[in-house]
C-alpha cells in the first residue's frame, strides 16, 4: 500500500481533496504556500482573502482564517485588516482577471503604496472559472473563448506583465517574483521571502506563479506541461524579480 | 496623547462635515478609509487632523471602490471601521455594501448626497435613497439613518457604530451636501458622560489563541453552491432583519391625531416641512407631520395608521418620488391619497409647502 503524500500542516484535511479540477494548479500553488507558512510558523497569524474566480474554491482550503471576496477586492480587503491589525500576516489570493483586470487599481496602488501585504497571483493565461475567455495574460494567438481566432495583439494588446510592472513602481523594500507550478521548491521559497518580507515589515510582497488550466487550455498531461513551461515562459521569465535592497537595474 | 476629544459636552458652531468627524472620534471609531468626493471631503480632513492625537488611523484609497473594501477589511480584523462618500462615489461603493449584508459586517458608511443621475452636482439632492437603502445586488439588509439637523448628524453617527455592531448590518447616515457645508450650533458631547455605552468591537478574523487549541478557525464566504442553499441563507437573514426591525425603527410624528393632512418628508427637507406645520397649525389648519428617520427598515405600520386616518398626504423630497416610493410601499391598500413636492437635487422651503397645502385644503 503505497504512503499519500504529506499534506501541509496548515491544510485543512475535511475539505480534501480539493475542489479544483484534476491538473488544475492552484492545488500546487496552495501546497507551496502551506508549507511557506507551516515552516515560518504563523498559521495562527495568516488572514487569507480569495478573490472570484477559480480562487474562491480555496475559500476553506487552509485552517488559517479566510474570507472571500468580490472579483478583483481581495487585495483592498486584506489591506484593510492588515492596515487596522498589522501583527496579522495577510494573503491576498487572486487569479490573473483578478489582479490585472477588474482589480488591477488595487494591485498597482496596493504596490505603490507599498503595503505590508502579500498578493499571490495564479496566472493560467485565461479566466478559468467563467470558462476560459480571454485574459490580460492570453499569449499571442492564444485561443480562448473570446479570442476562439488566437489572441490578436493588434486588438488586445501583449500580455500583462504583471511582476514587471509591480517592480518598477514599488519602493526598495518591496518584493516581486515569478514563480512556477513546474518547479514547486523555487515556488515555495519565494513565497517563503515574500511573507518573511511582509513580516519584517519591509514592504509589498508580490508572487505570481504561472500555472496550469488543462480544463480550459483542452490539453492532456504532456501538452499542458509542455504549455506552462515551454509556452508560457517565452513571455513570463520566471525569478526573483526585486528584493530589499537590491539595486534597481539601470 | 490626549484621552477624549471632548470632556462633558460643548456648544459648538460647526459644518455637518466636522460633526461627523468628531461624533467618530466619539463614537471611538478606530479607522476611517476614504477616497475624496464633494461633499465629503472634509469628514476626511477633520477626521485626518484629529486621528492621530487620539491613536487612530486613516488610509486614503484609489478609489470608493476600494475605500468600502479596506472599510470591510478593518471591520473583519475587529476595528470600528467607517468611511464616507456621495453621489457616484455610492454608486461604485454598493459593490463592498452588498458584500457587508452577505457576511454580516458592521460597517458604517456615511453619505452627504449630491445631484444626480452621473456625476451632476456636488451640491445637494436626496436623490440617493433608492441606492443606500436598496443598492447593490441584495435585499436592502441594512440600517439608514436619515439626518436633519446637525445635532442629528452627532447623534446618529455615534448611534451608528452602536446599531452595525449590536445588529451586525451595515449601518448608514444619509445626509445631504446642505448638511454637509453649512455651519449651525450643535451640541457635542462624550456619549459615555452621558451614559450611552459605546459597544466594542470584536475580531472576525485573526482573534488571539492557536487554531484547534484555543480558537476555532475562521472561513467566511459570500459564494454558494446551490439555489437552495443560498435561499435558506437569505431567508435566515430577512428573518433576523425583521425581527430586529422594530427596535431599530425611529420615526418623529407631530400634531397627526386631527390632521387632515399630513406633511410627509425626510432628511432636511423635514426642517421645511416642520416649519410649514407650524406655521399652518397657527392659522389654524388641521396639519401634521411625519418624518422617518429610518428609511431602512422603514416606519411603516406607523406611517400607515397616520395615512388611514388623516386620509391626505403631502409627500415632499428633493428627489423625484425615490422615497414617495417607499412611502406608496409601506402604505400599500390605505385609502390615503398623496399630492407631492418633487424638486429633484434642488432644496425645499417652507413657503413652498405653506403655499401648495393652502391651494389645496
Redesign the interface.
Known amino acids: 500500500m503505497s504512503v499519500a503524500p504529506r499534506m501541509p500542516k496548515c491544510w485543512?484535511e475535511e475539505s480534501k481533496p480539493h475542489k479544483f479540477c484534476p491538473g488544475c494548479g492552484h492545488g500546487l500553488v496552495l501546497k507551496a504556500l502551506g508549507e511557506a507558512i507551516d515552516e515560518l510558523g504563523i498559521?495562527?497569524?495568516v488572514?487569507f482573502g480569495a478573490d472570484?474566480g477559480c480562487s474562491?474554491l480555496a475559500?476553506?482550503f487552509?485552517?488559517?482564517?479566510?474570507?472571500?471576496?468580490?472579483h478583483g477586492?481581495t487585495t483592498?480587503?486584506?489591506?484593510?485588516?492588515?492596515?487596522?491589525?498589522p501583527?496579522?500576516v495577510c494573503i491576498a489570493y487572486m487569479g490573473d482577471g483578478g489582479g490585472y483586470a477588474i482589480g488591477s487599481?488595487?494591485l498597482f496602488?496596493a504596490a505603490a503604496r507599498n503595503e505590508r501585504i502579500l498578493a499571490v497571483l495564479v496566472n493560467n493565461t485565461q479566466y478559468g472559472m467563467t470558462g476560459g475567455q480571454m485574459a490580460p495574460t492570453t499569449l499571442p494567438g492564444q485561443k480562448t473563448e473570446t479570442s476562439p481566432y488566437g489572441r490578436d495583439i493588434e486588438q488586445a494588446g501583449y500580455p500583462t506583465q504583471g511582476p514587471e510592472a509591480v517592480a518598477a513602481i514599488t519602493q526598495d523594500g518591496a518584493y516581486v517574483a515569478r514563480g512556477t507550478v513546474a518547479n514547486l521548491r523555487q515556488l515555495k521559497g519565494f513565497l517563503k521571502k515574500a511573507l518573511e518580507n511582509q513580516m519584517a515589515g519591509n514592504g509589498f510582497s508580490f508572487v505570481e506563479a504561472l500555472s496550469t488550466c488543462p480544463t480550459n487550455w483542452r490539453t492532456n498531461a504532456a501538452k499542458t506541461w509542455e504549455f506552462v513551461e515551454k509556452e508560457m515562459t517565452k513571455y513570463f521569465k520566471v525569478g526573483e524579480i526585486k528584493a530589499p535592497g537590491q539595486k534597481k537595474e539601470a | 496623547m490626549a484621552e477624549k476629544p471632548i470632556q462633558g459636552e460643548r456648544k459648538a458652531f460647526l459644518t455637518g462635515n466636522e460633526v461627523v468627524a468628531y461624533a467618530a472620534v466619539a463614537g471611538e471609531a478606530?479607522?476611517m478609509?476614504g477616497y475624496p468626493i464633494t461633499p465629503q471631503n472634509e469628514i476626511m480632513h477633520y477626521w485626518t487632523r484629529m486621528a492621530p492625537k487620539y491613536g487612530k488611523?486613516f488610509?486614503q484609497?484609489?478609489?470608493e471602490?476600494?475605500a468600502?473594501?479596506?472599510?470591510?477589511?478593518?471591520?473583519?480584523?475587529?476595528?470600528k471601521?467607517f468611511t464616507a462618500t456621495a453621489g457616484p462615489g455610492n454608486t461604485l461603493m454598493q459593490?463592498?455594501m452588498s458584500?457587508a449584508e452577505m457576511?454580516r459586517i458592521p460597517a458604517v458608511f456615511v453619505i452627504q448626497q449630491r445631484g444626480g443621475p452621473s456625476t451632476a452636482t456636488v451640491i445637494y439632492s436626496q436623490q440617493e435613497v433608492t441606492m443606500t437603502t436598496y443598492g447593490g445586488n441584495g435585499e436592502g439588509f441594512r440600517v439608514v439613518y436619515s439626518t436633519a439637523t446637525h445635532q442629528d448628524l452627532f447623534d446618529y453617527t455615534i448611534k451608528a457604530f452602536n446599531t452595525a455592531w449590536k445588529y451586525r448590518f451595515p449601518t448608514f447616515v444619509l445626509g445631504d451636501g446642505y448638511q454637509a457645508k453649512m455651519r449651525e450650533s450643535v451640541t457635542i458631547y462624550d456619549p459615555q458622560a452621558r451614559g450611552i455605552e459605546l459597544i466594542k468591537p470584536t475580531?472576525?478574523?485573526?482573534?488571539p489563541?492557536?487554531?484547534?487549541k484555543d480558537r476555532e478557525?475562521?472561513?467566511?464566504?459570500?459564494?454558494y453552491n446551490t439555489e437552495e442553499e443560498l435561499y435558506e441563507v437569505v431567508m435566515s437573514m430577512a428573518k433576523e432583519y425583521d425581527s430586529v426591525a422594530p427596535e431599530i425603527v425611529e420615526f418623529d410624528a407631530r400634531e397627526v391625531d386631527d390632521a387632515e393632512i399630513v406633511i410627509v418628508s425626510h432628511g432636511v427637507v423635514s426642517r421645511a416641512a416642520l416649519s410649514a406645520m407650524l406655521e399652518l397649525r397657527g392659522a389654524g389648519y388641521k396639519v401634521g407631520y411625519f418624518r422617518p428617520v429610518t428609511l431602512r427598515p422603514f416606519p411603516g405600520d406607523q406611517l400607515r395608521k397616520v395615512a388611514d386616518n388623516a386620509k391626505r398626504l403631502l409627500v415632499v423630497e428633493s428627489a423625484l418620488g425615490q422615497f414617495n416610493k417607499l412611502v406608496q410601499t409601506n402604505i400599500y391598500g390605505s385609502a390615503a391619497t398623496i399630492d407631492t413636492i418633487f424638486k429633484p437635487g434642488v432644496g425645499v422651503t417652507s413657503e413652498e409647502i405653506v403655499a401648495k397645502i393652502k391651494a389645496t385644503l
Not at chain 1, 487552509?62 to 468580490?70: G, K, L, P, S, Y
Open positions: 485543512r498559521q495562527d497569524k488572514v472570484i474562491l475559500w476553506d487552509f485552517n488559517c482564517d479566510t474570507v472571500q471576496t468580490h477586492r483592498p480587503v486584506v489591506t484593510g485588516v492588515k492596515r487596522a491589525n501583527d496579522l487599481q488595487h496602488n | 478606530d479607522i478609509y488611523r488610509l484609497t484609489e478609489d471602490l476600494s468600502g473594501f479596506t472599510t470591510l477589511g478593518g471591520v473583519l480584523s475587529g476595528a471601521a459593490e463592498p458584500m457576511m475580531p472576525y478574523l485573526g482573534k489563541g492557536s487554531i484547534g478557525v475562521t472561513h467566511m464566504r459570500n459564494t
